[in-house]
């Protein structure tokens, strides 16, 4: 199978970008050929890279259809270049770039397979929907925001995002001690972890506050948030704004490829977002046995079916602080929870059952 996958980024760290590169990489360890438009080249992660069979710079994914001739002179180096490699699907990451898909469909008659990863509104998505021969959607509710705003249900298949068991996994006593002294906190402080985007979709202004509230001995405690811009990068007003706070006992990392041994460091995480697809960052975390105090956000409840009792509402601090600080001694209080996550992962969010679906679907409507 010839798979065609127009990407934003090519080495980007985003969530995007990590769950493309990962189907790349299934894709051609399972005989399948994967050549990739793409618009941009930052970051070090060489994974998508190294798994395509080529790879062409095009100047733009998606244009305003509306633009007519203009918007067909733009998209016409990422159609030729997609036409050329002969697909026997576009597999698209992001719907913005339904645009490139279609005029490959339009000059190749190749199918088109749509990932929803996140929810953007779009115009016209009943007439969009009937040119893409399947959707498919991280999560219950993705779909279901989709469906609302015009995409045919029929056309949508739930395939929760999976991770490497094996890469993720608990830490030994060796690795978790190294881990903490490379953040320089020592066996007994409490580390709690936020890996993502700083953005205020994400909420971390919120876990902010409550790590305000709780007012922890920054001795005895440390707020770690991982996904910081690196230094000399320019830094958006929202994290500039959170980091000139000041507040005690937190650090700022910057993001990177390999989370693992920062989140082999850590005692707790926290992800208080107010918009989210799926959460893998929550799946990586509890796969390494580490309990994630969670908001009720879009698919979250879903990926932390079972354990209520670690999701709270969201935008609210004073519940998020009360619930790290219930589970901050976890270890010697409810031991059981590291395996009880860890579990959790391995019954539902393994890569080969998420993976191996998404194939299963590309190679249903490939011609």
């Not at 001739?69 to 733009?74: D, E, L, N, S, Y």
């Not at 405690?221 to 980091?243: F, I, M, T």
């Not at 079972?306 to 004073?318: N, R």
Request: proline share 6%; glycine share 10%.
């Amino acid at each position: 199978m010839r798979v065609l996958m127009p990407v934003a980024n090519v080495g980007g760290l985003g969530g995007v970008e990590r769950r493309t590169a990962d189907a790349a990489r299934w894709l051609t360890d399972h005989g399948d050929r994967v050549d990739v438009l793409f618009t941009d080249r930052t970051g070090a992660d060489r994974e998508l890279e190294d798994a395509a069979a080529s790879l062409a710079a095009v100047p733009a994914l998606d244009v305003r259809l509306s633009e007519g001739v203009q918007a067909a002179r733009r998209l016409a180096p990422a159609v030729r270049a997609g036409v050329r490699a002969r697909p026997d699907v576009v597999y698209l990451n992001r719907f913005e770039h339904l645009p490139t898909a279609l005029g490959v469909r339009a000059a190749a008659r190749t199918p088109i397979v749509c990932h929803l990863r996140y929810f953007t509104p779009h115009g016209g998505l009943g007439w969009k929907s009937r040119t893409v021969s399947r959707f498919v959607a991280v999560s219950r509710a993705t779909a279901d925001q989709w469906v609302a705003a015009g995409l045919r249900a029929s056309r949508i298949e739930v395939v929760p995002d999976g991770i490497d068991l094996e890469r993720f996994r608990p830490p030994t006593g060796a690795e978790r001690a190294a881990a903490r002294a490379a953040l320089g906190v020592g066996p007994d402080t409490l580390v709690v972890l936020y890996s993502g985007r700083v953005h205020g979709e994400k909420g971390v202004d919120v876990l902010l506050d409550a790590w305000e509230r709780l007012a922890l001995d920054p001795g005895a405690a440390r707020l770690v948030v991982l996904g910081a811009q690196a230094p000399g990068e320019p830094v958006s007003g929202y994290e500039a704004a959170l980091v000139a706070r000041g507040v005690r006992g937190v650090q700022w990392l910057p993001a990177r490829d390999d989370v693992l041994p920062v989140l082999h460091a850590a005692d707790l995480a926290a992800a208080p977002s107010r918009h989210e697809s799926f959460g893998c960052s929550i799946v990586e975390a509890m796969a390494a046995g580490v309990p994630v105090v969670a908001s009720r956000a879009g698919g979250i409840p879903e990926t932390l079916a079972g354990f209520d009792e670690l999701l709270v509402p969201v935008d609210d601090a004073p519940a998020l602080a009360h619930r790290i600080e219930e589970y901050a001694h976890w270890r010697t209080q409810e031991p059981g929870l590291g395996e009880r996550c860890r579990a959790h992962v391995v019954s539902r969010f393994g890569r080969e059952p998420s993976l191996g679906a998404l194939r299963d679907v590309l190679a249903g409507v490939a011609r």
